[in-house]
């Protein structure tokens, strides 16, 4: 008998595929706006408010503080209650956090609210990936997810633009630009309400009526017959609670769960170590606010192509192979951008990174929910998430400190170093491509 989640496997990718590609990606890209928009932020109030390194670093570092609580809390609650209700709660939480972040008058209050938008913005990754990835079709699932990945990239260009076409435009700049946060909170209704839940999800928690017909729905979408329902395997809810639940650190799990974590906290650490320093670090080489953020939408424009290749290479080479190589790829291109000297070694050794470090960010997103069974997909996904995201809170505050002990070559060559040693935990993962997703 064919299962539910073999038929949804089977199908090809339709237009009920694109509107949850297109539905989970926006608010993906509201996410990643948000992240971005603190890097314009921070250049601006050293200026206004005459912030110290220190301050800063907090400002940056904050957010990722409640992004690794999130990340954990969120997977967890995504196995319990659902996917679509923790995105929804999520962008919800985020959106209001950052509405009120524009009216910060301390930096102990800003400090604050961006704490409360990293539980949401946390939160939201790593069950949005889930969702999507329970959903594509088993022969294209890395590449949707990459594309999923991609709107990051979108996400970050639209913080890009806002920061250097608002934060400039006067004083309150940084407030118009953190009021734009407040978008995601009303999508958070487009969420709850025009997304599926996840079938997957449904079945484990005896909710065959809608799993159904949400399957059915898709399937009309492809033009396919449905199975007859008694000709379709069902498993209880008694029998759903009976069956183990399992751990990501169960002995069939535990080598995929430390390499998978090593890879998180090696390319967070470098990435958010680079980006949400990159306007400041600019600024500090003697570019005035408005070339340095023009230099900065630059550099993030080379993250689009990045994850193109991404995700037409995760198909081709599969999983482990394009995450290894985009590693690798970020390691030479963090190692050039600290020697870089010359506005156009800058650009180009800043583009390098952006395109190798944003693709492998695609190919990790892949693979990470590949790598669990169902009941504990989305704790796995988190915690790999959360764990990483201390890397993400560290980086941040070490920057001054290694540029005080060795100026920018030190700085991006630690950023090398954490991309080396996270592609080579890559390579240890198991390759996951063109497999159906375990059940249990």
Do not use: C
């Amino acid at each position: 008998m064919t299962t539910r989640t073999q038929r949804l496997d089977d199908l090809p990718f339709t237009g009920r595929h694109r509107r949850l590609l297109t539905g989970s990606g926006v608010g993906w890209a509201l996410d990643a706006m948000d992240v971005g928009l603190i890097s314009f932020v921070m250049a601006a109030l050293a200026v206004q408010w005459d912030l110290s390194s220190t301050q800063l670093s907090w400002i940056g570092s904050i957010g990722f503080v409640g992004m690794a609580i999130g990340a954990s809390l969120g997977g967890l609650l995504a196995d319990r209650i659902g996917r679509r209700q923790v995105f929804a709660a999520t962008l919800l939480v985020y959106g209001l956090a950052t509405g009120a972040a524009a009216l910060s008058t301390s930096v102990a209050m800003l400090i604050v609210l961006r704490f409360v938008v990293g539980l949401g913005l946390g939160a939201e990754l790593p069950v949005a990936s889930t969702l999507v990835s329970e959903f594509a079709p088993r022969k294209v699932r890395g590449r949707v997810v990459v594309a999923l990945e991609a709107f990051w990239a979108v996400g970050w260009l639209l913080a890009a633009l806002v920061g250097y076409l608002v934060v400039p435009a006067g004083d309150n700049g940084w407030r118009w630009a953190l009021a734009v946060g407040l978008v995601p909170a009303a999508y958070a209704l487009v969420v709850r309400f025009g997304l599926p839940e996840s079938v997957r999800y449904l079945e484990s928690r005896g909710r065959h009526a809608e799993a159904e017909a949400i399957v059915r729905d898709y399937e009309r979408s492809a033009g396919v017959t449905s199975v007859p329902e008694d000709e379709q395997p069902v498993r209880t809810v008694a029998e759903v609670e009976r069956a183990p639940r399992g751990s990501v650190w169960a002995p069939n799990l535990r080598r995929r769960t430390a390499a998978l974590w090593i890879v998180w906290f090696g390319i967070n650490f470098s990435y958010y170590g680079a980006f949400i320093w990159l306007p400041s670090l600019l600024v500090a080489q003697g570019f005035d606010l408005v070339t340095s953020f023009g230099y900065t939408l630059l550099i993030t424009l080379a993250q689009l192509p990045g994850y193109g290749v991404a995700a037409w290479l995760i198909e081709v080479w599969g999983r482990r192979l394009t995450l290894g190589v985009f590693l690798a790829g970020s390691a030479v291109s963090a190692g050039l951008f600290g020697l870089a000297e010359t506005p156009s070694t800058i650009v180009a050794a800043g583009m390098a990174l952006s395109f190798f470090n944003l693709g492998a960010w695609g190919a990790l997103y892949a693979i990470g929910p590949e790598l669990y069974p169902t009941p504990v997909r989305g704790a796995g996904t988190g915690s790999a998430a959360a764990f990483g995201r201390l890397a993400s809170i560290t980086a941040p505050l070490l920057v001054p400190v290694l540029l005080g002990a060795g100026g920018n070559g030190l700085v991006f060559g630690a950023f090398a170093a954490s991309f080396v040693v996270a592609a080579v935990a890559a390579f240890t993962l198991p390759e996951r491509a063109g497999t159906v997703l375990d059940e249990r």
